[in-house]
């Protein structure tokens, strides 16, 4: 009985309900040009299928290269200041870039698309730093056996923020309205911070003069430490296939896919993300029960590539509900995000660790302007569904062969420096 009230004590401790909350808030404000996409740029003035796609796909670029950017000042800072810096300042960005979100259709002084562009790549840099920061702090702060699990519970909770995002675009009825929740739960969200305390493994290295802390360039002085960088990005490829181009542009691939409905983005992001928490739910719980961290993700990426291919090629997608259920199918595949991040945290030591955990997730984001690239390079030639397949195939091979070489992280002792 005394065991089970310290788990469920370390579990529900304020760090990991306050790191949780705020991957929610993270998520809500990532997703929600994804799902106000086309409504938002319509009445900005774009009436055209191929204005909404073209300039929807430079925005997510732009808040793409904001998160790439920002994952690594933020990841840097979180390793010289300490974790709690970074949920503090990440999450102050973020939410004053929604709020002004929200302002964009009485901007005069700047034509609407640029300041929508800009302030989306604004809103990318300061939500890079919320995970990150999130799982180094519940990593280092959990017993080892606890580790999987807790960061669990973050993402599969931080991931409804999605869910909710949708939900408050339907019932408001107005995308600006969604932008200024977004910000004011950010907001909201700093008052619950002030309790939270900083890692005792950092504190522990604070003092320690000869310590190198946060030097991003060391991943790639050491041919070791850089492939299993390398191989942390990897395994979170397919996750991003799978959310930027196969959920995002859902409406494009149901046209290919000869659905005569209309397919709905935002809906298609909201089913995708409950089976992404579902999935992150799990995935913890998996880990624990397989003693792996390799064996959980590799059985998840395996479902979610013959998702990918239900999608694509089965011939079975007749109707947008059967299309939502497939992005649910996919995200419940992809839902070891948190497990992904946990063992980018887990294979670094200390005075690297939150750069590792901040970078390794925003890289993976930054790559959806390669995948979103070379979709649009095959897509006048070989047709929406087999340029996806292609972007697909690539972004599955990496993801597997990173997750069956990278070393095994379960039950890894994590007060270590690297050297």
């Known amino acids: 009985m005394t065991q089970e009230k310290t788990t469920f004590q370390h579990l529900f401790s304020l760090p990991v309900i306050v790191a949780a909350l705020g991957y929610f808030v993270d998520i809500y404000d990532l997703q929600l040009f ?46 010289k200041k300490g974790r709690l810096s970074v949920l503090f300042g990440s999450i102050i960005t973020y939410s004053l870039a929604n709020i002004c979100c929200g302002m964009i259709p009485h901007i005069e002084f700047i034509d609407k698309i640029e300041a929508y562009k800009w302030l989306r790549f604004i809103a990318g840099i300061g939500l890079a730093g919320e995970l990150g920061a999130g799982i180094t702090l519940v990593s280092e702060i959990l017993p080892k056996q606890l580790r999987a699990i807790g960061t669990s519970l973050v993402a599969g909770i931080g991931l409804l923020g999605a869910v909710v995002a949708t939900f408050t675009v339907k019932l408001s009825g107005d995308w600006t309205i969604a932008y200024f929740i977004g910000g004011g739960l950010g907001i909201a969200l700093l008052l619950l911070r002030v309790g939270v305390i900083e890692s005792g493994i950092f504190k522990d290295i604070v003092g320690k003069k000869h310590v190198e802390r946060g030097n991003f360039f060391a991943f790639f002085t050491d041919w070791n430490r850089f492939s299993i ?9 397919p996750t991003w296939f799978c959310i930027g181009i196969l959920t995002y542009l859902s409406n494009e691939f149901g046209e290919a896919l000869g659905i005569a409905e209309k397919v709905d983005p935002g809906l298609a992001i909201m089913w995708a993300y409950i089976g992404i928490s579902i999935g ?12 792996s961290r390799k064996k959980a993700i590799a059985a998840m990426m395996a479902f979610a590539l013959i998702g990918v291919f239900v999608f694509l090629f089965s011939g079975s997608v007749k109707s947008a509900n059967i299309l939502y259920g497939l992005c649910c199918w996919l995200g419940l595949g992809t839902g070891y995000w948190a497990m992904f991040v946990t063992v980018g945290a887990e294979q670094f030591g200390t005075n690297l660790r939150a750069t590792a955990a901040t970078t390794v997730p925003n890289m993976v984001r930054g790559t959806v302007v390669l995948m979103t690239t070379m979709y649009k390079f095959f897509k006048p030639t070989q047709g929406v569904i087999i340029a996806g397949a292609i972007v697909g195939l690539i972004c599955f091979a ?9 070393p095994e992280t379960h039950g890894k002792d994590l ?3 690297e050297e």
Not at 35 to 48: A, F, H, K, P
Not at 54 to 70: A, C, K, R
Not at 280 to 291: K, P, R, T, V
């Open 415 to 417: 007060d270590f420096l």
């Open 229 to 237: 960088y390398m191989k942390c990005i990897g395994i979170g490829l």
């Open 280 to 291: 992150d739910f799990g995935s913890g719980f998996i880990s624990h029960l397989f003693h």
């Open 34 to 79: 994804g799902i106000v996409r086309v409504q938002s740029l319509e009445s900005l003035g774009l009436n055209t299928k191929e204005a909404v796609s073209s300039v929807g796909t430079t925005i997510i670029n732009f808040q793409m290269i904001g998160l790439l950017i920002g994952g690594i000042f933020w990841g840097i800072l979180g390793d």
């Open 398 to 406: 990496i993801g597997f062969y990173s997750t069956l070489t990278i």
